[in-house]
C-alpha cells in the first residue's frame, strides 16, 4: 500500500503527498470534483468543454503548456461522469513549475469569447468526429439512455447533444467555472522523491 500525507488547506483544498525514493521525476494531479453528472440536463458537455478550456491560459500565464515544456515537462488531463483530472509530469526538481501554473487556472481562468468559440468549435467537432460520423458511434450513449433514466449518467461526457455546447453562452460558462473549479472542490496529489512535510508547505506556498 503507498504510504501519504493528506492535509486539508484553509481554503478546503484537499492536499494528499506520497514520497517516491525510486524516481526522479514528480508527478502532480489535481481532481475537480466536476463531470458530467454535475451538469444541467439541458447544458451537457461543460466538463468536457472545461477540459478544453483549462488549457487555453490565465490572465498572467498566457499559454499553459510552455513554462510545463521548459521544465521538460509533459502535461494532459482527462474527463468522466464523475470528475475531471490535470496531470502533470516533471523532474522532481521542478516540481514548482507544476504548482503554480495550477493555482492560477484554478481561479485565473481567461475565458475570453474568442477562447470560448474556439473551443467549443473543438468539442463539438469531437463530438461529430468520434460519436455521430461514425457506424455505430452512437451506440453508447443509447445504452446510456437505455440504463439510466433520471441519473445523470444517462449522458456521456460528450454531452447528449452538440446544441447544448454551440448555445453556451459566455455568462453560463463563467458560472459553471465559478461553481466546481475552487479550491473546496478539489485534490491535489504530488509524488516525488520529496520530503512530505516539505510537498505539503509547498501546496500551502502556492494554494
Known amino acids: 500500500m503507498i504510504e501519504y500525507k493528506k492535509k486539508i488547506l484553509a481554503n478546503g483544498l484537499t492536499v494528499v503527498v506520497n514520497r517516491d525514493p525510486v524516481s526522479k521525476l514528480a508527478a502532480v494531479n489535481i481532481l475537480y470534483k466536476a463531470g458530467a453528472r454535475n451538469e444541467n440536463p439541458e447544458r451537457t458537455g461543460f466538463a468536457h468543454l472545461f477540459e478544453h478550456l483549462m488549457f487555453r491560459g490565465t490572465r498572467r500565464i498566457p499559454n499553459f503548456d510552455l513554462p510545463v515544456q521548459m521544465a521538460c515537462g509533459d502535461n494532459n488531463a482527462f474527463t468522466n461522469n464523475d ?6 509530469t516533471l523532474p522532481k526538481d521542478n516540481v514548482e513549475t507544476a ?3 495550477e493555482s492560477d487556472r484554478m481561479e485565473g481562468l481567461d475565458i475570453t469569447p474568442e477562447k470560448l468559440e474556439t473551443e467549443k468549435r473543438v468539442v463539438i467537432e ?8 461514425q457506424p ?3 451506440q453508447p450513449m443509447l ?3 437505455l440504463a439510466y433514466k433520471v441519473h445523470p449518467y444517462r449522458w456521456a461526457t460528450i454531452g447528449l447533444t452538440p446544441e447544448h455546447i454551440a ?12 461553481a466546481h473549479y475552487r479550491p473546496s472542490n478539489a485534490i491535489l496529489s504530488i509524488s516525488a522523491d520529496i520530503d512530505e512535510e516539505k510537498m505539503l508547505d509547498l501546496a500551502e506556498k502556492w494554494f
Open 83 to 88: 470528475y475531471t483530472d490535470f496531470y502533470i
Open 99 to 101: 504548482l503554480w501554473p
Open 126 to 133: 469531437e463530438f461529430r468526429q468520434r460519436y455521430l460520423n
Open 136 to 138: 455505430y458511434g452512437d
Open 143 to 145: 445504452l446510456r439512455a
Open 167 to 178: 448555445q453556451a453562452t459566455p455568462d453560463e460558462v463563467q458560472a459553471f467555472y465559478r
